[in-house]
């Protein structure tokens, strides 16, 4: 359980020293770092899995080419367990540029568009698989402090198939909700 705790406590508490040093205006913001945690509830395109209940830890940053542009990446780990009492674990990493529109980026929708890869360990064979993966995510950012703000996201993931001797791997599609989403502007 204290695994579990540091995984989320961790890039919050990150976020927040840099939040509390950053002395920028925040009409001249230049880097956002994002930090999510959640249990996530998904819906999956596998056709013999189901629904499954997703733990996710993300850390994101991102530099800003100008007050709408921004370019960035975010690293995620996904543990999950499927309604066939499964457990696999997901590693994504992905790069992108994103959109702000809006308001300023500290009140912005989001739009962000990243590719990447993402290296899954099946639960059933044992496998470990590297696929590409990418993602569409739209964000609404809400000021909670000067340089904080609370940043809920629909994201849709998707990744190409892969095989390995018998083991399968197919290509899917989820789209997921992530309701606790913080980014520290600076």
């Known amino acids: 359980m204290q695994k579990f705790y540091r ?7 990150l976020i927040s020293g ?7 205006a925040p009409n001249d913001v230049t880097w956002a770092l994002t ?6 509830f998904v819906t999956t395109s596998y056709s013999d899995q189901g629904t499954s209940n997703r733990f996710t830890a993300e850390v994101g940053a991102g530099g800003f080419l100008t007050q709408t542009w ?7 780990f996904e543990n999950s367990s499927s309604s066939d009492s ?3 674990t997901i590693t994504r990493l992905t ?3 994103s959109i ?5 980026p500290a009140d912005a929708f989001v739009l962000a568009a990243h590719l990447g890869f993402q290296i899954y360990t099946s639960p059933k064979s044992s496998n470990t698989y590297t696929t590409f993966a990418y993602l569409v995510g739209l964000s609404k ?5 000067n340089h904080v703000s609370w940043a809920p996201e629909v994201t849709m993931i998707g990744h190409t198939s892969a095989s390995q001797g018998r083991f399968d791997y197919p290509a899917a599609l989820s789209f997921a909700f992530v309701p606790f989403r913080i980014t520290v502007l600076f």
Do not use: Q
């Open 100 to 104: 702000n529109f809006g308001g300023s």
């Open 95 to 97: 790069v992108g540029p």
């Open 18 to 24: 840099l939040a509390r040093a950053s002395e920028a």
């Open 35 to 40: 930090g999510s945690s959640n249990l996530t």
């Open 70 to 76: 921004e370019l960035g990446g975010e690293a995620l």
């Open 141 to 145: 950012r809400f000021a909670l402090a």
């Open 86 to 88: 499964s457990a696999e």
């Open 7 to 13: 995984m989320v406590f961790a890039p919050l508490l």
